[in-house]
T-cell receptor
Framework: EAQVTQNPRYLITVTGKKLTVTCSQNMNHEYMSWYRQDPGLGLRQIYYSMNVEVTDKGDVPEGYKVSRKEKRNFPLILESPSPNQTSLYFC??????????????FGPGTRLTVL | KQEVTQIPAALSVPEGENLVLNCSFTDSAIYNLQWFRQDPGKGLTSLLLIQSSQREQTSGRLNASLDKSSGRSTLYIAASQPGDSATYLCAVMNSGGYQKVTFGTGTKLQVIP
């Protein structure tokens, strides 16, 4: 089944304890992206990647790192999480098409709480 | 910086009504615009994608239009049903050498039986 998977789905952690949220897609998509969703602020893009070893900042990259060593995986790393990073996180991927990118497919989300 | 606005923020309609959701964006240099629905506590489900060269897309009771020059898109839902109740989001992918995506804050739709 074509899908975007995220792990873990739920995570409660403490301030300063490094964590990684994994994202994997099995559709051979080139474009991958991370978003966070917060009440009243909507979905905001954290980082995106247009292909292996090509990443760029979205609108809210502070406090996050990403890497794209393989096409299928795009992990989100929080080196030193803080309570303001408590949020619902979504990973998405998209195939290329005609010089553009086509529809984004979203993972199920990861609910992160930082105490 | 791209800004995406969705009006109204919330909408309540009786079942069977046709309705229009609006999405406005400030920078017309876009690759595409995508409409999603999100149910409470759930992920995003893609509804329609319109490429920048297209004017509209249709899927079942849904029709989305795009007017790049005026920075507007509409999502038309025909014969609304209670199962259409959800939050509807539009997302714009920018062009110009970088493919940032900007979401609107959504329209929360309630269809009353």
């Amino acid at each position: 089944e074509a899908q975007v998977t995220q792990n873990p789905r739920y995570l409660i952690t403490v301030t300063g304890k490094k964590l990684t949220v994994t994202c994997s897609q099995n559709m051979n998509h080139e474009y991958m992206s991370w978003y966070r969703q917060d009440p009243g602020l909507g979905l905001r893009q954290i980082y995106y990647s247009m292909n292996v070893e090509v990443t760029d900042k979205g609108d809210v990259p502070e406090g996050y790192k990403v890497s794209r060593k393989e096409k299928r995986n795009f992990p989100l790393i929080l080196e030193s999480p803080s309570p303001n990073q408590t949020s619902l996180y979504f990973c998405a991927s998209s195939p290329p098409g005609g010089g553009s990118y086509n529809e984004q497919f979203f993972g199920p989300g990861t609910r992160l709480t930082v105490l | 910086k791209q800004e995406v606005t969705q009006i109204p923020a919330a909408l309540s309609v009786p079942e069977g009504e046709n309705l229009v959701l609006n999405c406005s964006f400030t920078d017309s240099a876009i690759y595409n615009l995508q409409w999603f629905r999100q149910d409470p506590g759930k992920g995003l489900t893609s509804l329609l994608l319109i490429q920048s060269s297209q004017r509209e897309q249709t899927s079942g009771r849904l029709n989305a239009s795009l007017d790049k020059s005026s920075g507007r898109s509409t999502l038309y839902i025909a014969a609304s049903q209670p199962g259409d109740s959800a939050t509807y989001l539009c997302a714009v992918m920018n062009s110009g050498g970088y493919q940032k995506v900007t979401f609107g804050t959504g329209t929360k739709l309630q269809v009353i039986p």
